[in-house]
Nanobody
Framework: QVQLVESGGGLVQPGGSLRLSCAAS????????MSWYRQAPGKERELVAG????????NYADSVKGRFTISRDNAKNTVYLQMNSLKPEDTAVYYC?????????WGQGTQVTVSS
């Protein structure tokens, strides 16, 4: 079955960096676009970044453009989210996502807290 396992979250000071990873299994990873979402307390889950199957095309929420970079390694079945210049408003649980046959699959999430 589809499995997505996020890692790399933690506590970081404003201006700092983190790199999230999502290890995927149970589906042909190189054939599917991948995305990162996040959900802050009391807010709806929102799309942060997406990447196509080859990694050539990416898209970002306006709030993270220029600070976050999504990438993938199809040989390792892993998608990454490099987060730089982190702000307190980036605090959220970050989720890896894949959309297969009209179904969204999610990982368990990884907590990112930006605070001094």
């Amino acid at each position: 079955q589809v499995q997505l396992v996020e890692s790399g979250g933690g506590l970081v000071q404003p201006g700092g960096s983190l790199r999230l990873s999502c290890a995927a299994s149970g589906f042909p990873f190189s054939r599917y676009a991948m995305s990162w979402y996040r959900q802050a307390p009391g807010k709806e889950r929102e799309l942060v970044a997406g990447i196509t199957v080859t990694g050539v095309s990416t898209n970002y929420a306006d709030s993270v453009k220029g600070r976050f970079t999504i990438s993938r390694d199809n040989a390792k079945n892993t998608v990454y989210l490099q987060m730089n210049s982190l702000k307190p408003e980036d605090t959220a649980v970050y989720y890896c996502n894949v959309y297969i046959y009209l179904t969204h699959y999610w990982g368990q999430g990884t907590q990112v807290t930006v605070s001094s």
